[in-house]
């Protein structure tokens, strides 16, 4: 694998590089005239943005084209539709500022920017009305947003969250302090688990994460915070040797001293993520200070659709102190079309990546579709002995607890690739169908009235 560094040297304090540097990304690695084309086509639509770890460290520039990391961070034909690429293009070079803003709202709109539902049914409220930067789907877990928090390291192309990084503020969920939502949680003392998410955390300083975190700490019911991450794929030096490391590893162990649980949620897409030393080493610094550190990430097309890739995965964050956590289902939002997976031979992967493993890395669950619902696992297709096959499914988590653990089954369709695309058997209990349909759409377009990557695919952590 070539590796080479771009601007400033790894190590040293993290810089962005967007679409104002793709020329000189592009003359130092190699990057063709139309797929540089694309690139700034694409970055109109949804935000472009990488850095000298994830250029120097992870892609192979000797094959970029056949290159996990490389799709993973990387725009690519394809992920518009050619009439989309050719409109993009007439407007931005005829100068039509106001025609230009029309298409790529246009073309966002059709992209389902807050899938699932989580402008209307996701944000709680209080005496003054919904709660900025919050969302409380599943009974024990909330959501927070914090407004400094609402970016990342590098964006994943497939990327659950992006209305929060468009520059839309309608679209984005952004709290400046945690002052209501601490006030939220005292008056619900059934939420156990604080999930902050993004965007990602971990690209605040340590003091400014310190002012978001402080304030659950002395909320008795909670027992866990949680941080959702990409970081230590995509800028690891955070926990080892960037300006304020120490500071940030400080915060984590003020946490545990607090006598809450502070669980790392770490999107790991690739093993190939886990090979640099300073990867792994940042996994064990965090652990250091008392955090449990759990890994998760969608099944993407052409990035990780392959059982081996994901054994070796799971094997690489077991060896690393991790647990294994969840394999999601792509939402169906973004560029979906180009990285989706159909359900059957994401079940089939993730059979023959489990069945590999030696029991400690058996925490693994998926597929897992996080759905309007809740998370709705695909267990396998059962062929019947009369001919004719179904999905076996059931809720891991779940609005409604009830529904939680209670197997159901849908049509076996080849080319499903979302709960949208399924339909249910006969015979199907009608709460289970009603949750069902409930999602059916899953998502509003721009304008109208959040889950976890569950960016999270997300997106970047899960309730």
């Not at 949804?46 to 084209?65: H, K, Q, S």
């Not at 975190?213 to 866990?224: G, K, N």
């Not at 998926?366 to 019947?384: F, L, N």
Request: hydrophobic fraction near 40%; aromatic fraction near 8%; glycine fraction near 10%.
């Amino acid at each position: 694998m070539q590796h080479t560094t771009v601007g400033r040297a790894v190590g040293s304090r993290f810089q962005a590089l967007g679409p104002n540097r793709l020329d000189e990304i592009a003359a130092k690695f190699g990057i063709g005239a139309d797929l540089r084309e694309s690139v700034r086509l694409f970055s109109l639509v949804l935000p472009f943005r990488v850095n000298e770890y994830v250029l120097g460290e992870l892609i192979d520039w000797t094959a970029p084209d056949a290159d996990p990391i490389f799709h993973l961070f990387f725009p690519q034909p394809g992920m518009l539709d050619a009439d989309q690429e050719r409109r993009l293009a007439a407007a931005r070079d005829g100068g039509d500022r106001a025609r230009l803003a029309q298409e790529v709202a246009r073309i966002r709109a059709g992209m389902n920017p807050h899938p699932e539902h989580q402008l209307d049914l996701n944000v709680p409220h209080d005496a003054e009305g919904p709660l900025p930067g919050v969302q409380h789907k599943y009974e024990q877990t909330l959501l927070y947003f914090p407004a400094a928090g609402q970016t990342c390291h590098a964006y994943c192309t497939y990327c659950f969250r992006w209305a929060q990084f468009v520059g839309e503020p309608e679209q984005r969920f952004s709290a400046a302090d945690p002052a209501r939502a601490v006030g939220y949680l005292r008056r619900h003392p059934e939420i156990t688990d604080v999930l902050v998410t993004g965007g990602d955390p971990m690209v605040m300083s340590a003091e400014r994460l310190r002012r978001h975190l402080e304030p659950f700490l002395a909320v008795e019911s909670v027992q866990t915070l949680r941080i959702g991450t990409k970081s230590v794929a995509s800028w690891p030096h955070r926990y080892v040797d960037d300006h304020d490391a120490d500071a940030t590893l400080r915060l984590f162990e003020q946490v545990v001293a607090a006598g809450k649980t502070l669980a790392v949620m770490a999107h790991l897409s690739h093993p190939v993520e886990l090979e640099p030393a300073v990867a792994r080493a940042a996994l064990g610094r965090i652990r250091d200070t008392g955090a449990v550190l759990y890994c998760q990430a969608p099944m993407i097309g052409r990035v990780n659709d392959d059982a081996a890739v994901w054994a070796r995965l799971w094997r690489a964050e077991l060896r690393a102190g991790a647990v294994p956590y969840y394999m999601f289902v792509a939402r169906d939002t973004g560029p979906r079309d180009y990285f989706k997976v159909p359900l059957a031979r994401s079940a089939e992967i993730f059979r023959d990546a489990y069945s590999t493993l030696p029991g400690l890395a058996r925490t693994v669950r998926g597929p897992v579709m996080s759905t309007t619902g809740g998370k709705i696992v695909v267990d396998g297709v059962a062929e019947e002995p009369g001919g004719g096959a179904f999905f076996e499914l059931r809720y891991v988590q779940a609005r409604d607890p009830r529904l939680v653990g209670r197997p159901f089954r849908a049509v076996h369709s080849p080319g499903a690739a979302w709960i949208d695309d399924l339909e249910l058997a006969p015979g199907t209990p009608a709460d289970l169908r009603a949750a069902v349909e409930a999602g059916r759409g899953g998502g509003q377009g721009v304008g109208t009235a959040g889950d976890d990557w569950d960016t999270n695919q997300g997106p970047t952590g899960n309730a």
